[in-house]
């Protein structure tokens, strides 16, 4: 695998996205650092001799950057496939330091881990989504009536909905 150092810009819209949900009470500028120091452990892990060249300056520059990013607020212009998107990019790059990246909800205080982007990217579905996500059944089995969902999902994002769920 590879990884790069994802931009202050995407690393905030990431972490304001996270902090948008009612029930958490952590503050963007928190986690946006989170993020950033589990991206630099990915870096550290599959280039140590060379991750401190990703960044001009130096890592408190660059997380200085970050939180200035935070700062400028949400990016309206962003839906929730693009922020869903960006939560897989952060993921693939920040996964490389397997101990701390798998380490479970212990360490979220610290880095924002795979737990952590999970939760994330959970969240950008069922915030953005919350009407369908309601309607959708917890369970499924023949014997449930179905409901129109999976269809209304795919309405919304503009799938031809035959070739998805085949036509009867």
């Known amino acids: ?56 300056g130096s890592w408190q520059d660059y997380e200085a950057k970050c939180i200035a990013a935070v700062c400028k607020g949400k990016d309206l212009a962003l839906g929730w496939v693009d922020l869903y998107k960006m939560a897989q990019c952060f ?4 996964c490389e330091n397997q101990s701390i990246w798998e380490g479970g909800y212990q ?22 989504n919350y009407a369908a996500y ?13 409901y129109d969902t999976a269809i209304n999902i795919m309405d919304l994002m503009g799938a031809d909905v035959n070739s998805k769920i085949g036509s009867h």
């Open 107 to 128: 360490i979220g205080h610290t880095f924002f881990n795979a737990h952590r982007c999970e939760l994330l990217k959970d969240r950008i579905v069922s915030n953005n």
């Open 1 to 56: 695998m590879s990884a790069f150092l994802c931009m202050p810009e995407h690393l905030a819209q990431l972490a304001i996205a996270f902090c948008n949900d009612r029930y958490e009470t952590a503050e963007p500028r928190d986690v946006v650092s989170q993020m950033l120091a589990m991206n630099k452990e990915s870096l550290k892990a599959r280039y140590p001799d060379s991750f401190n060249e990703f960044v001009e």
């Open 134 to 146: 309601e309607a959708a059944p917890w369970g499924f089995s023949e014997h449930i009536p179905r």
């Open 91 to 94: 993921s693939y790059q920040s």
